[in-house]
């Protein structure tokens, strides 16, 4: 189904991030809907290079592109010659999500200047081109505020969501001195659903806890998992705010959360009960101090601005992946 009345069709549009997990949807979306469209995929994919906490430095994968059929970089948005490519095409519109997006890197430098340093050239991009930029903010900049969260009252608790905000803050300087360039930020708050299987331990707990269960065995939650409560969103709604975000009346940085919090019990039992399966659950004591208790995203602005309306409760949403947890079950994740 199309989301929005912006025609895509004609149009050219850089994904960077593409063959990550958000970005490759939003592609899918557009080359589905809009046969006549030019898309092009900017990413760095992955090496063998990790972060100290083991993790790759890159999560992007060629597997997330099977059957997609426009045109594919390969570049590291730290790199000028490598940016450079992007210099040979007109764009019409540009969503920017390649960063470092594993909130539990540490490594600052390393987290700055991807995520920021990068941002200036996208904005400098959207403004000769003059066309929208939808790029991705988080939830992560919120720490441990209070539920529920709202645009304004930010307080990052780690280099990721700081490098967040300081995202927004630039974005908002630059739409002072730039009124007329659209330039929207979405603070995504936990998204799931298919292609984040190749984030491995940074992807969803929806993911993780499906193959723990298809693996025979209980779902691993902390104590107390009933009451520690996020805001999951599917990715399918995810995508309706990148494309509605094309639209909005005013620039400005929104959230994208269903506004409806659910817990980590919650996702562990409506999978067993989708998977047929009922191995109770193994709780383990949670080893970190500062964990976020309750994430809720306040939506009002982006209902306002560009009719953001989440259609997919947990339930559904879990619904509709499960047959995409079962075909990535022994996937290999290189
Ligand atoms: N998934 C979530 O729950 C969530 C929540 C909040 C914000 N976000 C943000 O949304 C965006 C997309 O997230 P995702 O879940 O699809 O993550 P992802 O890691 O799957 O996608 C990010 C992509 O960026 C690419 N990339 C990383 N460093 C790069 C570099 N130096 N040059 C070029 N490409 C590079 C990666 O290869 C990857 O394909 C990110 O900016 C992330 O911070 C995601």
Redo the contacts with the bound molecule.
């Keep these: 189904m199309k989301i929005s009345d912006t025609n895509f069709n004609k149009k050219t549009i850089l994904i960077?991030?593409?063959?990550?997990?958000?970005?490759s949807n939003i592609a899918f979306y557009i080359q589905k809907h809009f046969p006549y469209s030019r898309i092009i995929i900017?990413?760095?994919?992955?090496s063998g290079e990790k972060f100290s906490n083991g993790n790759l430095?890159?999560?992007?994968?060629y597997k997330n592109l099977i059957g997609f059929n426009g045109e594919v970089i390969c570049?590291?948005?730290?790199n000028r010659n490598d940016l450079i490519q992007l210099e040979k095409y007109k764009y019409d519109f540009i969503f920017h999500?390649?960063?470092?997006?594993?909130t539990r890197v540490y490594d600052q430098e390393a987290i700055m200047k991807?995520?920021i340093n990068?941002f200036y050239f996208f904005l400098d991009l959207a403004k000769r081109h003059d066309c929208p930029l939808v790029y991705?903010?988080?939830?992560?900049t919120y720490g441990s505020l209070e539920a529920p969260q709202k645009v304004g009252c930010e307080d990052p608790e780690n280099p990721?969501g700081y490098s967040?905000y300081a995202m927004d803050q630039i974005a908002a300087q630059f739409s002072k001195k730039n009124p007329n360039i659209k330039i929207i930020g979405l603070?995504?708050?936990?998204?799931?659903g298919p292609r984040?299987f190749?984030?491995g331990k940074?992807s969803?707990m929806v993911i993780q806890l499906g193959h723990q269960i298809l693996n025979g065995q209980a779902p691993r939650l902390f104590e107390g998992s009933d009451k520690i409560l996020r805001d999951f969103i599917f990715i399918d709604d995810v995508l309706q705010a990148n494309i509605k975000a094309c639209e909005s009346k005013n620039n400005g940085v929104y959230n994208v959360g269903t506004g409806k919090p659910r817990s980590f019990q919650d996702i562990a039992d409506i999978l067993q009960k989708e998977l047929g399966c009922d191995y109770g659950t193994d709780y383990f004591p949670n080893p970190y101090t500062g964990y976020q208790m309750h994430t809720q995203a306040d939506i009002t602005s982006s209902q306002e601005n560009f009719n953001f309306e989440p259609v997919f409760s947990l339930e559904r949403g879990i619904k509709h992946y499960v047959p995409n947890i079962k075909d990535m079950f022994k996937m290999p994740i290189d």
């Design positions: 960077t991030g593409g063959a990550g997990f958000i970005g900017f990413d760095l994919f992955r430095k890159s999560f992007g994968h570049g590291n948005i730290n999500q390649a960063a470092i997006s594993d991807t995520n990068s991705a903010s988080s939830a992560a990721y967040k603070k995504f708050f936990n998204v799931y984040e190749f984030k940074t969803s």
